[in-house]
């Protein structure tokens, strides 16, 4: 597991490149959230980054996250952020621990949180499938206008953003119409929040109008493969 000298520097050497971004796109560091995804670290790497002040973290797996939030429900002020589709059956831990839903793409699901969902509504955002990929998470574009009317609707949801997840490239410009795309989709629809850039891309995800960046590799390094 990382060390705790080694993820201050990841963190240190982070910030500065999330703070030049904000500069060349003419935008405040504040308007910008740094998710640090944590999904396949052991929770005691989440703890470490919590002491170094960091308080947003990224899981994809639900019960990966039920686990996580019970192992570090003494970490006050940590906010999870569930960034990985989620089946019905599993939405009771999104419901239950997390602040943030970044990966909402059907309605029973939608249905599912907000019926479990006690307490402070649920931040929702709908993840699109920018690029069409036929394997990938998200809603095609075409249909994401009557999802966004149906979350709405629902007492204890609020929708706040979409998020994308274009496919992995090696030269971070490619990804750039397809967050380009989602920001104008937002704006369509007049919600605020915009989660989109990892590792690779978060550079240019910052300079078309992020406000939810999900890094993982450049904190905590390399991942084991999911079980
Ligand atoms: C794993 C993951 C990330 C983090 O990716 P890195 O390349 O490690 O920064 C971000 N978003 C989602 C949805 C992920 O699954």
Redesign the pocket.
């Known amino acids: 597991m990382i060390d705790k000298a080694t993820l201050a520097a990841n963190f240190a050497a982070l910030e500065a490149r999330l703070a030049a971004a904000c500069t060349r796109a003419s935008r405040r560091r504040e308007s910008v959230s740094l998710v640090a ?1 944590s ?1 396949l670290h052991p929770p005691q790497a989440v703890r470490l980054a919590w002491e170094l002040g960091h308080r947003d973290f ?1 899981e ?1 797996y639900a019960q990966e996250l039920r686990d996580k939030h019970t192992a570090l429900a003494d970490c006050a002020g940590l906010r999870w952020h569930a ?2 589709p989620v089946q019905p059956k599993n939405a009771k831990y999104v419901a239950k621990a997390a602040t943030v839903f ?2 909402l793409e059907r309605l029973e699901v939608a249905q599912e949180l907000s019926k479990r969902r006690t307490g402070a509504p649920l931040q929702c955002l709908i993840e699109v499938n920018v690029a069409g990929e036929a394997s990938k998470a998200g809603v095609p574009p075409l249909e994401v206008p009557a999802l966004i009317a149906q979350v709405r609707a629902l007492p204890q949801l609020e929708l706040v953003g979409l998020t994308a ?1 274009p496919p992995l490239e090696e030269d971070p410009e490619r990804s750039r119409p397809h967050f380009r795309a989602l920001r104008e989709l937002a704006a369509q629809h007049g919600l605020q929040q915009l989660s989109m850039g ?3 891309d978060f550079e240019v995800a910052i300079e078309e109008g992020a406000t939810l960046v ?5 904190l905590f390094g390399h ?1 084991a493969e999911p079980v």
């Open positions: 995804v999904k990224g994809n960034i990985g970044h990966a997840m990892t590792t690779g999900r890094v993982g590799t450049a991942r």
